[in-house]
């Protein structure tokens, strides 16, 4: 007797870099207030699930031994908790491809969750509303919704309440993948701590920001990233000052940590001054590796799913 295959299905899901983020003080519950951009990137992490007997996580591409494939993998918690609002069992195995750096800043762990709700509610047949599965994101972390979400946003609160934010045209990124990741709570505590001895400066508002994105500008938008873990991201990996040093003058508009860093994220003038900015950033060996990418992308979806309920 023939015995069914069963069919994975598989979810591309972005990376994010912060085109503004500003931090507020620290809050009694161990969270930072944030006023923050977010940007989805074209450089893609893909998670497969599959029906099985017992829930497991396999990682698979750079970095990939330093997640762990227990519950305390992002896309394992998802799981659970998509199988606990559809009153079933977890029974399926995750596979994630990583094409996002780990512990790198551009929300690679919060894409894996987000990817897991899109896979489990299409193999499962749930159907969930957006908004359903924007609920069970924010409970996974700060940053699970805008993966979710894709696009261009601004974040308010730990990141997570989300406004979709009017943009023009295709900003180009070149992007430095360092050889270690940060941790997020590290690099938190540094800002807190730098912060206590009296700096560094805060950057200011994000309306010039937004206005540069309506405007579709790379030019107008490169002077006015800003971010305030990036002093703290420095203080803890000095090395990134180089970093950052080389990516401008390979052409780069503009350089910044994204987000808690370590992955530096240049904007450039268009595609052709990506090629070269990363072919150069390349050979000045401040990196681990280097990738180009565009934003804004759309956020966790199913591939060759052109179902515009996804979008
Ligand atoms: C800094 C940002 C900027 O987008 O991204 P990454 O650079 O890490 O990707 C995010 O705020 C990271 O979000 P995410 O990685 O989901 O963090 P969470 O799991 O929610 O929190 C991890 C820890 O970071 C600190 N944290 C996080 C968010 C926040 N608004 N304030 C904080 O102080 C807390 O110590 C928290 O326990
Ligand atoms: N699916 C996952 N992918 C990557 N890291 C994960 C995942 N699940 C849990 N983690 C843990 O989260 C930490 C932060 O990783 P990541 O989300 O890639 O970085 P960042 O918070 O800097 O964007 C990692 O060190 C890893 O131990």
């Not at 951009?37 to 998670?47: C, I, K, P, R």
């Not at 979709?164 to 993948?177: C, D, E, I, N, Q």
């Not at 873990?229 to 180089?242: E, N, T, V």
Request: negative net charge.
């Amino acid at each position: 007797m023939l015995s069914v295959v069963p069919t994975p299905v598989t979810v591309r899901v972005p990376s994010k870099v912060n085109l503004h983020l500003a931090v507020g003080d620290l809050r009694p519950d161990g969270y930072h207030d944030l006023h923050t951009v977010f940007q989805a990137l074209s450089l893609y992490d893909e998670v497969s699930v599959v029906p099985a007997d017992t829930l497991s996580v396999t990682v698979r591409g750079a970095g990939a031994e330093s997640v762990p494939t227990d519950s305390t993998n992002l896309a394992w918690r998802a799981a659970e908790m998509m199988a606990e609002r559809a009153a079933r069992t977890p029974d399926v195995a995750i596979t994630i491809d990583k094409g996002i750096p780990v512990a790198g800043g551009m929300a690679g762990g919060s894409a894996d969750a987000a990817a897991t709700l899109v896979a489990l509610d299409t193999l499962w047949g749930i159907g969930a509303p957006r908004e359903d599965l924007a609920d069970l994101a924010v409970r996974l972390g700060s940053d699970v919704p805008f993966c979710l979400h894709g696009g261009t946003a601004i974040g308010t609160g730990r990141g997570e309440r989300l406004v979709p934010v009017l943009t023009r045209g295709t900003f180009h990124w070149v992007l430095a993948l360092a050889k270690g990741g940060l941790s997020t709570p590290v690099v938190f505590r540094e800002l807190d701590r730098l912060r206590a001895e009296g700096g560094p400066q805060r950057i200011g508002s994000a309306d010039a920001v937004l206005s540069a994105l309506g405007s579709g500008d790379a030019h107008q938008l490169a002077p006015l990233l800003g971010n305030d873990l990036q002093a703290a991201a420095l203080s803890l990996d000095p090395m990134l000052r180089r970093t950052l040093r080389a990516g401008v003058e390979a052409g780069a508009l503009a350089g910044i940590v994204s987000g808690s860093g370590p992955t530096c994220a240049f904007l450039v003038e268009d595609q052709h001054a990506a090629v070269t900015v990363s072919a150069e950033l390349a050979g000045a060996g401040v990196c681990r590796t280097v990738r180009v990418a565009s934003g804004p992308v759309p956020g966790a979806r199913v591939v060759g799913d052109a179902d515009p309920a996804h979008s």
